[in-house]
């Protein structure tokens, strides 16, 4: 399998005390250390590829505030540095390289350890750490560029992937679930919001529910419907902030609950999979998920 990153995500540096830090790095290659995958650095993405989902006034909005030096602040949480544009361009870059590297056949999975993460940018809306949407981008690159008629996304972070939501809102050809803790940030994710076409599936999760409900849930709901919707590939936006030791939620799942969900998840769209890094902040709960996810990622991709 392939796992793509690059130094530029260690130049999206956040202020002190924040979640989201550059130390997350050292964690997924702790997490990495030992499974033999193939490393290639993320391309620089294309403009191109960020207004499949955003349009381009946001996107100059978000160069624009890029601070010479310091830090400037898109929201409470979101915040920019020197190095921030730049590694969001490579995660871009990053995601649609896994696609068509999965796309084409030249592996049959990917991962893309990549930061700033994404499923909370919506269209015209920086927050929740993120700048853009790259795993929507990615399905969309999948869609768009490579001519798929059916993909899925499944959105296992412990909070709602609404960024995520709001790109594909309108996409038919996409399935999109999120599981999630509820009540929890963002506050969307409700079982009632379906997309334009009846193509989003939320699955909220009570708050100590543990990995025995997430497993219920998956069986019962995500997995039936997955095998109904047939996609021909699946992207993944890995958070791993569900952790029982995770700082900001409380899932209370483990790694092997990572494990095991990822093992059902490569059962579908013929094992082709493309997998995102998105939350996950105790260095060594992400550093152990990590390793169950990409340990599974690396031997079903044989």
């Known amino acids: ?143 768009d560029h490579h001519g798929l008629k059916r993909v899925a996304v499944v959105d296992f972070d412990v909070h709602h992937g609404n960024g995520t939501q709001d790109l594909l809102w309108d996409e038919g050809r996409c399935l999109f679930v999120s599981s999630h803790q509820m009540p929890l940030y963002p506050c969307t994710g409700r079982p009632e919001e379906r997309g334009a076409h009846g193509q989003i599936l939320n699955v909220p999760l009570r708050a100590g529910s543990g990995g025995r409900a997430m497993r219920e849930v998956y069986v019962g709901v995500v997995f039936p419907a997955l095998a109904n919707w047939e996609p021909e590939l699946l992207l993944i936006s890995a958070g791993f902030d569900a952790h029982a030791d995770d700082p900001l939620a409380g899932l209370e799942w483990q790694a092997e609950d990572y494990r095991w969900l990822t093992e059902r998840l490569c059962d579908f769209a013929g094992g082709r999979v493309v997998s995102s890094l998105e939350g996950g902040y105790d260095l060594d709960a992400l550093a152990a998920s990590v390793a169950a996810h990409v340990g599974v990622l690396e031997e079903r991709g044989r």
């Open 1 to 143: 399998m392939l796992v793509f990153t690059h130094e530029a995500f260690r130049g999206h540096v956040t202020p002190p005390g924040h979640p989201e830090r550059v130390e997350r790095l050292g964690a997924v290659e702790r997490g990495l250390r030992g499974i033999p995958v193939e490393r290639r650095d993320c391309p620089l993405g294309e403009e191109a590829e960020v207004l499949r989902c955003h349009p381009a006034g946001y996107l100059a909005r978000v160069k624009s505030a890029v601070p010479a030096e310091g830090w400037s602040q898109l929201d409470g949480d979101t915040f920019l540095s020197p190095g921030s544009f730049d590694a969001a361009m490579r995660a871009v870059g990053g995601i649609c390289a896994a696609v068509d590297a999965v796309v084409s056949g030249e592996t049959k999975t990917a991962f893309v350890a990549g930061r700033p993460p994404g499923h909370h940018a919506e269209r015209e809306t920086a927050m929740g750490f993120c700048l853009f949407g790259t795993v929507a981008i990615g399905a969309k690159r999948a869609l």
